[in-house]
Structure formats: C-alpha cells, structure tokens
C-alpha cells in the first residue's frame, strides 16, 4: 500500500462542474502539499497544509490530521483547470516529499 | 514569489554523450534542491538531494557516477547526465526548498526537463 493514495485516478467533468479530489495518507506529516502539473510537465505549488483549510480563487484544500485525509475543491470548473492534480506528503522529521499518483482532471467545455 | 527557472525546457542528444540541466533560483537563496525524474504517466521519483557546498545524498538505486549533481552556489543547482543512453529518456524536473516562515517550508520547482536519447 502506498503512502499517499489519491482517488479518483481520472476524473472528467462538464465546464461548471463542482469537482473534488481526495487524498489519504499513512504516515504522520509535518505538512500536505496540493500541486498542479500541466501538460508541458510544470508543476506549480498550489496549496500548502498542516491544518483546517485554506482557499485561493475558486480552489480550496482542506485537511483533517486526525483522518489523514486531505480533499482540494475546485469551483466553477473551467477547460483550463485540466491537468493533473498531485498530494504529497512531508513527513515529521523529513524535509522530501513523498508523492501520490496523481488524479488526472478533463474538463469538457 | 520564489521562482526556479530550469534549462533546457527539453534537449535531445545521441547516445554516448552527456547532457547537463541547470537551475537557478531567480529571486531567493536554494539552499537546498531536489532532483526527480519522471515516466510517462507515472508520479515524480526522488534521485537525489543537493545541499550547497556539500556532496549530494542519492536515493537507491540512482548511479552518482551516471547523474552527477552539482550545488555550487546558493542559486544554482546542475544536473549532468552523463553517458546519455535510450533508457535515461525521461522528464527531469528540479525543485527548490523555500522557506515560508519560522519552521516552515515550501517548496518550488523548475519548469522541467525533457530528455530524449536517440
């Protein structure tokens, strides 16, 4: 079993759709990265985490530390939020990253 | 905000031969850099972790004679591929450990490299 499990593994959504994405790990972290890779391989940082919630534009990622679950949001969603959508872990006392496999995100216009 | 700028954006080169990949942090100090590779549709693997000025810590199973990692400097971080073979094709991407605060750290990463070997 992975340490970082992501679900679903391929999403494909209607402009406008609410669209979630969860992520679950194992270990105890210090802190839950969402990150967004595009088709040109970038990836950018999107959401830092170590507890609650935090929102920017139309993403939001929260986090629960006791269920070692993390879900991101994505509001409104629009053709150009299609990428794939990657958790990553760091955990207490290790300053790398461990990586789920990402959800790979389509939305149709 | 931090930026790490990565080159090439992608490089093809014949077997045999090496191949070097930079990255620079354009507007902070990269006191520390990772460098992973990436298959087709698969998640990043970790190679290696490079600390300015000292030697760079490998993950299992990476050759540190085949990817020699340089951190010279404070914003630069070199990646040399060396003895490029067909099976080293792949998508290298450097990332750079932020600071975010007291105790915190984030973490930036380059655009990405990728490398076909013909």
């Known amino acids: 079993k992975n340490e970082v499990e992501q679900s679903p593994q391929n999403l494909t959504a209607q402009e406008g759709e609410f669209i979630t994405i969860n992520c679950s790990y194992s270990v105890g972290i210090s802190a839950l990265h969402w990150l967004q890779q595009h088709p040109g391989g970038g990836i950018v940082s999107l959401f830092m985490?170590?507890?609650g919630k935090k929102k920017h534009g139309r993403l939001i990622a929260t986090i629960n530390i006791q269920e070692k679950h993390s879900s991101l949001h994505i509001t409104a969603s629009h053709p150009r939020d299609s990428a794939v959508y990657i958790c990553?872990?760091?955990?207490?006392?290790?300053?790398?990253?461990?990586f789920g496999t990402g959800t790979r995100l389509t939305i149709i216009p | 905000g931090a930026v790490v700028s990565q080159h090439p954006s992608w490089v093809i080169c014949k077997s045999g031969t090496s191949v070097k990949i930079e990255c620079r942090s354009l507007d902070f100090q990269a006191t520390t850099m990772f460098w992973y590779r990436q298959f087709p549709k698969q998640s990043l693997m970790l190679m290696a972790t490079s600390n300015e000025g000292s030697k760079a810590t490998y993950e299992q199973g990476v050759e540190k004679d085949k990817f020699l990692i340089n951190h010279a400097s404070l914003t630069l971080s070199t990646l040399t591929v060396t003895s490029a073979h067909p099976e080293d094709s792949s998508f290298y991407i450097c990332?750079?450990?932020?600071?975010?605060?007291?105790?915190?750290?984030?973490?930036?990463f380059g655009s990405g490299t990728r490398l076909t070997v013909v």
């Open positions: 990332s750079a450990k932020t600071s975010q605060g007291k105790a915190e750290y984030g973490y930036t």
């Open positions: 990553a872990v760091r955990s207490v006392g290790n300053e790398k990253l461990t």
């Open positions: 985490l170590s507890s």
